[in-house]
């Protein structure tokens, strides 16, 4: 069974960084891109950032584009989303997901879904 699991969100002042986990399980990552997105009430749901570590790409949105960087632990099953200089309008339950793809990008269909992580800059 596929499964994603978010962690790392907290209460953090304005500024400040967190570094966001996303545990995959019942896959490999060789295979698959898995990406960062937020979601807010009332909006619709931003992609943020994405790799693909068969083909070594990675890629932001101009939204945090700078201030966020993703990585990945293959050996963990584990996708990382480092994210610094934080702003308020950066408050959002974060997901990953995934995707059976040898690239990276915001616009790919992503299949299977964690179930979020609440992220809340403030002071």
């Known amino acids: 069974q596929v499964q994603l699991v978010e962690s790392g969100g907290d209460l953090v002042q304005p500024g400040g960084s967190l570094r966001l986990s996303c545990a995959a399980s019942?896959?490999?990552?060789?295979?698959?891109?898995i990406g960062w997105f937020r979601r807010v009430p009332g909006k619709e749901r931003e992609a943020l950032s994405c790799?693909?570590?068969?083909?070594?790409?990675?890629y932001y949105a101009d939204s945090v584009k700078g201030r966020f960087t993703i990585s990945s632990d293959n050996d963990n099953n584990t996708v990382y989303l480092q994210m610094n200089s934080l702003k308020p309008e950066d408050t959002a339950v974060y997901y990953c997901?995934?995707?059976?793809?040898?690239?990276?990008?915001?616009?790919?269909?992503?299949?299977?879904w964690g179930q979020g992580t609440r992220v809340t800059v403030s002071s």
């Open positions: 997901a995934a995707v059976e793809s040898a690239y990276c990008s915001l616009v790919l269909r992503y299949d299977y």
């Open positions: 019942g896959f490999t990552l060789d295979y698959y891109a």
């Open positions: 790799i693909s570590r068969t083909t070594d790409t990675t």
